[in-house]
């Protein structure tokens, strides 16, 4: 089971949103003193020395003794106890503090809806390749969930959901830190994953939580550091201003999850990424859903991602993530054959790429967008160029270290490639899509790790079973590794999905540089049955 809340007299203790309550309103309490309550409540059973408390709410640092009576005295007053009856936190003679009141613990079930993110942990720790690429960093490292809004307030959804990716770039660009951003972690937010299993899955020490509400036109945000480690809650904020002021309050914030994160970080005046004025909110309330859309990876949900981008460019034509967004659409339009004149719709994309690239030179995606379009046009050189940018400008961005990963190993960058696709599947362990595998398999097979290459290939089409390339670079592996029954079968798997593909087009399925590597595919290919 996993603890929500406990209430006590007049007061509830709210875990999930940092809050405590009075009479069902909300109490501004310092996170020391929060934590402090929380502590003594959640080991109520038991004395809590004053060593336990330096410990769990000071972090291990030596404190005076006054400046730990005076957090109790807070902590008393802010539950409506005082230091002389003492009816809830006890003051026990030369022993420490037990809380003696009677508490109400709220519990929710652990999730363990099949199929749901319980299950596909524990499918995804079983991942021999997701293992490979693991292996934690030297450095600090921290996973940014997804907000979460306020329940019963749909539209806050889209605002939380980018508030905390802008977040998580802000950590990443600092350098001093490796930050899984919550794209990778989104759909097990919110089910009730244990924060140490969460963050064993994910090879982090930290992790980040986020609760936004609004209130009429106020925006309040709470912020929840957690070692992962010994639990301890080693960080907790609150920020409420008005809506079109709270960027500003999202990088006080950045700054000081810094500054706790690495005692050896220097002290540096970083530039605000979150500069979205009040009259571009609309417009990239549509990005989001654009982006929703778009990761679906099919012919109809990138329709509805061009819609909706298109529909934020009406709102703000200066708006450079929504032009980003599109420039993908219009990519994935003409390189998936959804599109009747391939190379128009492709250099349409290159347009858009260049649009949001004038607009703003520090976006990453609009530069990994560039170099996928790059890539398709053959121009190889510019497109491994314009990956490096893309992961410079975010670290934390999983998909542009993707795509970065694609570039090198069509470029025949082989050790680079293998680097940067494991660290992208790093970055992203939970939801990685097709082409993630698919960038490490190429990697693998060029380095002639052919097992590697057939694993990352069946990753990739159990993520999605109709994708061609994925299909022919199983069986290339499957042919190299002498396995020609398997190898024929997926072959004809691919005819049954494209009864008109030929070794002659592969070129279309694989931009490679090397023609010599293309001519080595068809050959194998055409040997287990692709026509010529």
């Known amino acids: ?12 203790i709210d875990l999930h949103r940092g809050e405590l309550l009075r009479a069902g309103e909300p109490c501004s309490v310092e996170p020391q003193v929060f934590h402090l309550i929380v502590h003594l409540v959640a080991n109520r059973d038991r004395i809590v020395s004053v060593d336990e408390l330096l410990d769990v709410v000071w972090n ?50 652990e999730f363990k809806t099949a199929g749901g993110p319980a299950d596909r942990i524990h499918r995804l720790q079983a991942d021999q390749i997701v293992d490979r690429a693991s292996e934690p960093p030297g450095i600090a490292s921290v996973a940014v969930l997804s907000f979460e809004p306020s329940a019963g307030d749909a539209d806050l959804h889209y605002l939380a959901a980018g ?24 759909g097990v937010i919110g089910q009730q994953v244990e924060v140490r299993t969460m ?7 930290y992790v980040l939580r986020g609760y936004v509400a609004k209130i009429n036109q106020q925006i309040r945000l709470n912020l929840q550091l957690h070692d992962a480690i010994d639990l301890r809650l080693v960080w907790a904020e609150r920020f409420q201003g008005l809506l079109r002021d709270l960027f500003e309050f999202l990088d006080s914030t950045v700054f000081k999850i810094v500054q706790r994160l690495s005692a050896e970080l220097p002290q540096i005046e970083r530039q605000r990424a979150l500069r979205l004025p009040e009259d571009q909110l609309q417009a990239y309330e549509y990005v989001l859903r654009g982006d929703y859309h778009h990761a679906r990876m099919t012919r109809d949900g990138n329709n509805r991602a061009i819609t909706m981008y298109q529909r934020a460019i009406g709102l703000d034509q200066t708006f450079a993530p929504a032009y980003a967004g599109l420039a993908w659409a219009q990519n994935h339009e003409g390189n998936q054959g959804w599109s009747e004149d391939r190379e128009t719709a492709i250099g349409e994309a290159f347009e858009t ?22 890539l398709w046009r053959r121009q190889h050189r510019d497109s491994v160029s314009s990956g490096f940018k893309a992961v410079e400008c975010d670290p934390s961005h999983a998909d542009s270290r993707m795509v970065y990963a694609y570039c090198l190993s069509m470029n025949g960058e082989v050790d680079k490639a293998l680097k940067q696709s494991r660290l992208a599947l790093r970055h992203n362990p939970l939801r990685a899509n097709r082409i993630y595998y698919s960038a490490l398999g190429h990697a693998c097979f060029n380095n002639k790790d052919y097992s590697g290459a057939r694993k990352a290939a069946v990753e990739g089409i159990r993520r999605d079973a109709r994708h061609r390339g994925l299909r022919l670079l199983h069986a290339a592996a499957l042919a190299k590794l002498g396995e020609f029954d398997g190898a024929k079968r997926e072959a004809t798997a691919v005819l049954a999905l494209d009864p008109d593909l030929r070794c002659s087009a592969l070129s279309n399925i694989w931009p490679y540089r090397s023609k010599e590597r293309i001519e080595e595919f068809a050959e194998m290919l055409a040997d287990c049955g692709l026509p010529p």
């Open 353 to 374: 790429a260049r649009k949001a690239l004038t607009l703003d030179r520090r976006l990453a995606r609009a530069h990994s967008v560039m170099g996928d379009i790059q």
């Open 60 to 109: 291990g640092r030596i404190v005076s003794d006054a400046t730990v009576l005076s957090r109790i005295s807070a902590a008393r007053s802010a539950i409506g106890d005082n230091g002389r009856e003492q009816r809830l936190i006890r003051t026990i003679r030369k022993r420490g503090f037990r809380f003696v009141g009677p508490v109400e613990p709220v519990s929710a079930d």
């Open 199 to 205: 963050a064993g899955l994910l090879g982090v020490r």
């Open 1 to 12: 089971m996993t603890q929500t809340a406990f209430r006590f007299h007049d007061v509830e």
């Open 163 to 186: 508030l905390a990716a802008e977040v998580a770039t802000e950590l990443a660009r600092n350098g001093s830190m490796f930050v899984i951003a919550p794209a990778a972690t989104a």
